[in-house]
Structures are given as C-alpha cells and as structure tokens.
Nanobody
C-alpha cells in the first residue's frame, strides 16, 4: 500500500504560482510512477503530469506544458505551477501507479490521495 497526502493548494490570482506537494508513505516509491490529476465540478478527472520515480522521465498534458513542472524529492512529489489561469481551478490529486511505464489515464493508477483545492481568480 502507498499512502498519499497532498498539500499546497489555495487561492491565487491569475498569473501567480503555487507549488503542490504529495507526501508518500508505506511501501518504497522508487519503483513507482507518480502523477498529478485534476478535476473540476462536472468534469472528468484529467491528467496533468507524471514522473517515473526511478528514471526521472516526465510527461505533461498539453495544458501543463511550459507552465507546470513535476519533480520528486525524498518520498515527496511536487508540482510547480506557474502562470496560473482561471481554467486551472480544480481539485488536484496525487496518484501512484505500480508500473514502469508512465500512464495518463486515471484508471491506470493504483493509489490516490484525497486532493487539494486550487482556485485561480481572474
């Protein structure tokens, strides 16, 4: 089992920045792929970014490229979000996939945090 706890969400003005954190505990995360998803009211959960913990490879959604950066520390996953837009408003979830291949579908991830709210005002 992997236990994930997100933090760092909040209210920010358009153009601002936030850094989300996801603390992972339980089994070792070195063999996992970890990612960020987000969900707005009435919409499906969508992929944002993911990283292979052991190899360091990362993948981004088109909406995140050039603005967001996913990186990892010691048992912690981060998402640095810059140039935020109102359409980035959502609950952001951290997820872990017991796989060597980076996936961008929510159903492929095995473990989930409870989410942290990000609100970007115009």
């Amino acid at each position: 089992q992997v236990h994930l706890v997100e933090s760092g969400g909040g209210l920010v003005q358009a153009g601002g920045s936030l850094r989300l954190s996801c603390a992972a505990s339980g089994r070792t995360v070195r063999s996992l792929v970890m990612g960020w998803f987000r969900q707005s009211p009435g919409k499906e959960r969508e992929f944002v970014a993911a990283i292979s913990w052991s190899g360091g490879n990362s993948v981004y959604a088109d909406s995140a490229k050039g603005r967001f950066t996913v990186f990892n520390g010691v048992n912690t996953l981060y998402l640095q979000m810059n140039s935020l837009k109102p359409e980035d408003t959502a609950v952001y979830y951290c997820a872990a996939d017991d796989s060597a291949v980076i996936a961008n579908h929510a159903w492929e991830y095995d473990f989930w945090g409870r989410g942290t709210q990000v609100t970007v005002s115009s």
